[in-house]
Nanobody, 124 residues
Framework: QVQLVESGGGLVQAGGSLRLSCAASGRTFSSYAMGWFRQAPGKDHEFVAAINKSGGGTNYADSVKGRFTISRDNAKNTAYLQMNSLKPEDTAVYYC?????????????????WGQGTQVTVSS
């Protein structure tokens, strides 16, 4: 099992940047592919980005491509989501998730473990 804790959310003006972190417990972080999802009020979880176990492969939702960057540091048991050029429509609770089997999945049901989420609010 792995436990995930997100941090780095907050309030930012449109056009600004935030970096989210996802700290994982345990010694097997490198055995998990990671993903970031977000959920706005009244909406389902939306895929944002995913990264494979080594960090050499990534996948992004079209809505964030070119603005967001997912990365990971296996030595620090941490995944990151760098968010630039933020827009009001990026406002949501952001979750990181871990997948033991298949990398770069975009559906929430593919992920086995989830963090508690961190709020990101972008003002216009």
């Amino acid at each position: 099992q792995v436990q995930l804790v997100e941090s780095g959310g907050g309030l930012v003006q449109a056009g600004g940047s935030l970096r989210l972190s996802c700290a994982a417990s345990g010694r097997t972080f490198s055995s998990y592919a990671m993903g970031w999802f977000r959920q706005a009020p009244g909406k389902d979880h939306e895929f944002v980005a995913a990264i494979n176990k080594s960090g050499g492969g990534t996948n992004y939702a079209d809505s964030v491509k070119g603005r967001f960057t997912i990365s990971r540091d296996n030595a620090k048991n941490t995944a990151y989501l760098q968010m630039n050029s933020l827009k009001p429509e990026d406002t949501a609770v952001y979750y990181c998730a871990a997948n033991r089997l298949v990398a770069l999945r975009t559906t929430p049901s593919s992920y086995d473990f989830w963090g508690q989420g961190t709020q990101v609010t972008v003002s216009s």
